[in-house]
């Protein structure tokens, strides 16, 4: 039985992705094409939508909240990737931050991770290897 719509929502027009706040990321937007890298960046930013764009001979990928109205778009520049977030959340900032903290807690696996829910809220967690 599907719980949610399957399908994200439309994007509509694309943010101007050479505004934004520009810094460099020690994370590569190829980590999430590991599915459990991209199942703890999805935990970060659930409503995230995920596409590549070729622009000026390169390859940047997007990231967008379309109902935060938040993006991140990555590109590397030589063997460094930039990141530009904008919108009122740093979206690839929370992924950042919770891939990290996953990966220094040992990479657990799935069957490490633990639902709470209770009437206010859900939360996953997972526990240290």
């Known amino acids: 039985m599907i719980a949610r719509p399957q399908l994200p929502p439309p994007i509509g027009l694309l943010p101007d992705i050479d505004e934004g706040q520009e810094r460099t990321t020690g994370?590569?937007?190829?980590?999430?094409?590991?599915?459990?890298?991209?199942?703890v960046a999805q935990l970060a930013a659930p409503r995230v939508q995920r596409l590549s764009l070729n622009r000026d001979g390169r390859t940047e990928h997007l990231l967008i909240d379309v109902d935060a109205c938040a993006w991140a778009?990555?590109?590397?520049?030589g063997d460094a990737w930039t990141v530009r977030q904008g919108g009122p959340g740093r979206l690839w900032d929370d992924i950042e931050e919770a891939v990290t903290q996953w990966r220094a807690d040992g990479a657990p696996g799935l069957n490490r991770f633990e639902v709470t829910v209770t009437p206010d809220e859900q939360t996953v967690?997972?526990?240290?290897?």
């Open 125 to 129: 967690t997972w526990s240290r290897v």
């Open 73 to 77: 778009a990555l590109a590397q520049d």
């Open 27 to 39: 994370l590569p937007p190829d980590a999430l094409d590991d599915w459990n890298t991209r199942f």
